[in-house]
């Protein structure tokens, strides 16, 4: 017995467990709700036998740490697996989707066209931070620009002409008066002079628009640009305010049997001189117009003439404006004496005068007129440009002047017929125009070449119109007479026509050789075509203190003659130099003023020494270094060279030319563009080598220059 209690006491907590698992849900009395009534007493001996004869399969299994293990890695395995296979079947269809969009490129690539749009078009945009389009201190900074914004072609500032159609058709409504303008502006050293017509109805342009666009297209630059366009806006409205129209009547025939020249005549018929300069070349003509005559158009007679002379478009302009303006010169005479324009004849005596003779007599000229009618086109000289606007300006200051002394209307003077002169613009394509600001004589010239002037303290006479040694300009006497009045004297004997140019031209001698006197008067002495040159000649020139010390500085501009005769009151050159100036320096050619002579090379030995550059030089280049501060370093220097003995131009002398020149001329050294030498100019001045500072090329030398000198020397840092 004391060995079964333990077997019997450890059987008992198996039986139980083993046998609460069936009958836990109805042996346990109180705690289940499912049964209504108190279940029958199962004996412990049944349930004993009942655990006894189970078999040893119906336990439950016990788990340990190892299954537990070996489930979850199971359970990863196969998720593993299956994100594996949707991650394959992912891969594959993003491989299909890129094999599908570079099919979809390949034919679009097949559609574009062969030829790659940055050729036509350019780069574009280049794309962000490259270093220089977001850059702030670029002028090619992104930004949004409208169209009123925009930069106009030739970079114009001007207010463009806008119009709507609603005035253009108001606008034509209007009646075309034609009025002619002249204007004659000058500043400072620009002289503006040009000739056109103008509607006296015009309602869209507006003179100050015209002015502006005028101003700006001769290329004047401020301060110059504000008084000229003064000066235009003021003539061009005095002339509108000025102008007369001619009035055409139309009466009819008294007798329709007669003819109209029968009871009336009423021709008025005028001799309409031209005389038109444009660049170097002078159109020279007469002929009659009838004023009273409304089929006569000026325009179409212009654009026959200069078909049949060949001429440019200036020419055509300038035909139609002069008959025009001579018009208008009549026709304020007819206003100023009170002529009612209905077919009477004038009552004035000076306008009778004026007009020709009607009805003709004769439809034949006389053979010695005929080539009076003949139109002369020829080319002219430099001094003969000079002489030409030296007479212009005579005769404007003696219109000026002109009054009227005997009482009663003011008449215009209808023998004095104004010369045109135009300046040119300066363009590429139009025919005609000036190829350079220089050739289309915008600025005055204070000094002719190849003449001698007078001096006057230092100053240049007006009134100085002399010759140099020149071949004569086949111009004909018409341009070297004085005066108007001069030239309308025709058919008097030759001795009687010398003796009244001679009187006409006051300052205007023919002969080389006259004397230029320091004070030379209106009355001064006049040599005639058979007076001997004298054997000998001294001429005492005087010579203000600026010149002299110009000259002494080795600048020779202002001795622009030939030759020159050395005088008495002039003191030698300074002992100091080391080459000694010449006495009668030549005319220089462009980019050699200021230039010393130098003695030729001798072979086996150096080259002399170079002397100093001249003081206008000097001081040129500091004024140019005071404009650009910012690191740029450049020197005057002089440079031996070896002239042509004819075109007196620097050639390149391996040996020794014959007959050849050696001088120092002055130059200019950038120290950072080392590779070339570079002119002064123009005058004396060094604006040709501001062109060189404002080059990209030597702005990136200077930068990189600076940019290393601040590398080699840092700056200290502060304290």
Same mark, same amino acid.
């Given at each position: 017995m004391a060995s079964q209690s333990p077997d019997t006491t450890a059987a008992e907590p198996c039986g139980a467990a083993a046998g609460s698992a069936p009958?836990?849900?109805?042996?346990?009395?109180?705690?289940?709700?499912?049964?209504?009534?108190?279940?029958?007493?199962?004996?412990?001996?049944?349930?004993?036998?009942?655990?006894?004869?189970?078999?040893?399969?119906?336990?439950?299994?016990?788990?340990?740490?190892?299954?537990?293990?070996?489930?979850?890695?199971?359970?990863?395995?196969?998720?593993?697996?299956?994100?594996?296979?949707?991650?394959? !079947?992912?891969? &594959?269809?993003?491989?299909?989707?890129?094999?599908?969009?570079?099919?979809?490129?390949?034919?679009?690539?097949?559609?574009r066209r062969?030829?790659?749009?940055?050729?036509?078009?350019?780069?574009?945009?280049?794309?962000?931070?490259?270093?220089?389009?977001?850059?702030?201190?670029?002028?090619?900074?992104?930004?949004?620009?409208?169209?009123?914004?925009?930069?106009?072609?030739?970079? $114009?500032?001007?207010?463009?002409?806008?119009?709507? !159609?609603?005035?253009?058709?108001?606008?034509?409504?209007?009646?075309?008066?034609?009025?002619?303008?002249?204007?004659?502006?000058?500043w400072d050293k620009y002289k503006l002079r040009d000739t056109f017509t103008w509607n006296l109805h015009e309602r869209l342009v507006r003179v100050e628009l015209f002015a502006a666009h005028l101003v700006e297209d001769m290329g004047l630059k401020p301060p110059a640009d504000k008084p000229i366009y003064d000066q235009v806006v003021h003539q061009m409205h005095d002339q509108l305010n000025d102008f007369y129209p001619f009035v055409f009547s139309d009466d009819e025939a008294l007798d329709p049997e007669l003819p109209y020249s029968a009871y009336k005549n009423d021709e008025m018929r005028?001799?309409?001189?031209?005389?038109?300069?444009?660049?170097?070349?002078?159109?020279?003509?007469?002929?009659?117009?009838?004023?009273?005559?409304?089929?006569?158009?000026?325009?179409?007679?212009?654009?026959?003439?200069? !078909?049949?002379?060949?001429?440019?478009?200036?020419?055509?302009?300038?035909?139609?404006?002069?008959?025009?303006?001579?018009? &208008?010169?009549?026709?304020?005479g007819l206003y100023g004496v009170g002529h009612p324009f209905d077919g009477r004849p004038v009552d004035d005596a000076d306008l009778v005068a004026a007009f020709l003779q009607s009805p003709l007599p004769s439809v034949f000229r006389p053979q010695q007129q005929a080539k009076e009618y003949a139109p002369c086109i020829y080319e002219l000289s430099e001094t003969d440009l000079e002489r030409n606007e030296m007479v212009l300006s005579r005769e404007q200051r003696r219109q000026k002047r002109s009054v009227n002394r005997r009482g009663g209307p003011q008449l215009p003077d209808l023998k004095d017929r104004q010369r045109t002169i135009r300046t040119l613009i300066v363009s590429s394509v139009l025919p005609g125009a000036a190829t350079s600001i220089?050739?289309?004589?915008?600025?005055?010239?204070?000094?002719?070449?190849? $003449?001698?002037?007078?001096?006057?303290?230092?100053?240049?006479?007006?009134?100085?119109?002399?010759?140099?040694?020149?071949?004569?300009?086949?111009?004909?006497?018409?341009?070297?007479?004085?005066?108007? $009045?001069? !030239?309308?004297?025709?058919?008097?004997?030759?001795?009687?026509?010398?003796?009244?140019?001679?009187?006409?031209?006051?300052?205007?001698?023919?002969?080389?050789?006259?004397?230029?006197?320091?004070?030379?008067?209106?009355?001064?002495?006049?040599?005639?075509?058979?007076?001997?040159?004298?054997?000998h000649l001294w001429v005492t020139l005087k010579v203000s203190r600026d010149k002299l010390r110009r000259l002494l500085k080795g600048d020779y501009r202002d001795l622009t003659a030939p030759a020159i005769p050395r005088t008495?009151?002039?003191?030698?050159?300074?002992?100091? &130099?080391?080459?000694?100036?010449?006495?009668?320096?030549?005319?220089?050619?462009?980019?050699?003023?200021?230039?010393?002579?130098?003695?030729p090379p001798v072979p086996g030995q150096a080259s002399p020494q170079a002397p100093p550059p001249p003081e206008w030089l000097v001081s040129a280049l500091k004024e140019l270094e005071k404009q650009y501060p910012n690191g740029d370093r450049f020197e005057a220097m002089m440079k031996y060279c070896c002239l042509d003995p004819k075109t007196q131009r620097p050639v390149?002398?391996?040996?020794?030319?014959?007959?050849?020149?050696?001088?120092?001329?002055?130059?200019?050294?950038?120290?950072?563009?080392?590779?070339?030498?570079?002119?002064?100019?123009?005058?004396?001045?060094?604006?040709?080598?501001?062109?060189?500072?404002?080059?990209?090329?030597?702005?990136?030398?200077?930068?990189?220059?600076?940019?290393?000198?601040?590398?080699?020397?840092?700056?200290?840092?502060?304290?």
């Amino acid at each position: 017995m004391a060995s079964q209690s333990p077997d019997t006491t450890a059987a008992e907590p198996c039986g139980a467990a083993a046998g609460s698992a069936p009958g836990s849900a109805p042996g346990s009395g109180s705690g289940s709700g499912s049964h209504s009534g108190s279940s029958p007493v199962v004996s412990p001996d049944r349930d004993k036998a009942k655990a006894s004869e189970a078999p040893d399969d119906s336990r439950a299994p016990v788990r340990t740490r190892e299954t537990l293990d070996r489930l979850m890695v199971e359970r990863y395995q196969r998720r593993d697996a299956a994100s594996e296979e949707a991650l394959g !079947r992912q891969t &594959q269809r993003m491989a299909e989707l890129v094999q599908y969009s570079r099919e979809v490129a390949c034919d679009y690539q097949k559609l574009r066209r062969e030829k790659q749009a940055a050729v036509v078009f350019g780069l574009g945009y280049n794309g962000f931070g490259n270093g220089y389009t977001e850059d702030p201190k670029q002028s090619s900074v992104a930004r949004i620009v409208y169209p009123f914004q925009r930069t106009r072609p030739g970079r $114009r500032s001007t207010n463009a002409f806008k119009y709507t !159609r609603k005035d253009m058709l108001k606008q034509a409504e209007q009646h075309e008066e034609l009025v002619p303008l002249r204007l004659d502006a000058e500043w400072d050293k620009y002289k503006l002079r040009d000739t056109f017509t103008w509607n006296l109805h015009e309602r869209l342009v507006r003179v100050e628009l015209f002015a502006a666009h005028l101003v700006e297209d001769m290329g004047l630059k401020p301060p110059a640009d504000k008084p000229i366009y003064d000066q235009v806006v003021h003539q061009m409205h005095d002339q509108l305010n000025d102008f007369y129209p001619f009035v055409f009547s139309d009466d009819e025939a008294l007798d329709p049997e007669l003819p109209y020249s029968a009871y009336k005549n009423d021709e008025m018929r005028i001799l309409v001189k031209l005389n038109i300069t444009i660049g170097q070349h002078t159109l020279v003509d007469q002929f009659e117009w009838d004023i009273n005559n409304p089929a006569n158009s000026p325009e179409g007679f212009a654009a026959v003439m200069a !078909r049949d002379m060949s001429l440019s478009g200036e020419f055509t302009t300038a035909i139609a404006h002069c008959i025009r303006e001579q018009t &208008q010169l009549f026709t304020k005479g007819l206003y100023g004496v009170g002529h009612p324009f209905d077919g009477r004849p004038v009552d004035d005596a000076d306008l009778v005068a004026a007009f020709l003779q009607s009805p003709l007599p004769s439809v034949f000229r006389p053979q010695q007129q005929a080539k009076e009618y003949a139109p002369c086109i020829y080319e002219l000289s430099e001094t003969d440009l000079e002489r030409n606007e030296m007479v212009l300006s005579r005769e404007q200051r003696r219109q000026k002047r002109s009054v009227n002394r005997r009482g009663g209307p003011q008449l215009p003077d209808l023998k004095d017929r104004q010369r045109t002169i135009r300046t040119l613009i300066v363009s590429s394509v139009l025919p005609g125009a000036a190829t350079s600001i220089d050739d289309s004589r915008l600025y005055k010239r204070a000094a002719g070449t190849g $003449r001698k002037r007078n001096l006057r303290d230092g100053d240049l006479s007006d009134s100085d119109e002399s010759d140099d040694s020149a071949p004569e300009s086949p111009a004909p006497s018409q341009l070297a007479l004085g005066t108007a $009045r001069t !030239r309308g004297m025709r058919g008097a004997a030759s001795a009687a026509q010398q003796r009244m140019a001679n009187l006409g031209r006051s300052e205007t001698p023919e002969l080389a050789t006259v004397l230029h006197h320091h004070h030379e008067t209106r009355t001064s002495r006049r040599f005639r075509e058979e007076t001997e040159e004298p054997a000998h000649l001294w001429v005492t020139l005087k010579v203000s203190r600026d010149k002299l010390r110009r000259l002494l500085k080795g600048d020779y501009r202002d001795l622009t003659a030939p030759a020159i005769p050395r005088t008495p009151s002039m003191p030698a050159p300074s002992p100091a &130099q080391p080459i000694k100036p010449p006495l009668t320096p030549d005319v220089y050619p462009p980019g050699q003023l200021g230039r010393v002579p130098a003695p030729p090379p001798v072979p086996g030995q150096a080259s002399p020494q170079a002397p100093p550059p001249p003081e206008w030089l000097v001081s040129a280049l500091k004024e140019l270094e005071k404009q650009y501060p910012n690191g740029d370093r450049f020197e005057a220097m002089m440079k031996y060279c070896c002239l042509d003995p004819k075109t007196q131009r620097p050639v390149q002398a391996q040996s020794v030319i014959d007959g050849a020149k050696y001088a120092w001329l002055p130059r200019i050294r950038c120290l950072d563009c080392t590779t070339k030498l570079y002119t002064p100019g123009p005058d004396m001045t060094a604006q040709k080598f501001e062109t060189h500072l404002k080059w990209n090329g030597h702005r990136e030398k200077v930068n990189q220059r600076l940019a290393a000198e601040a590398e080699r020397d840092p700056p200290s840092a502060a304290p």
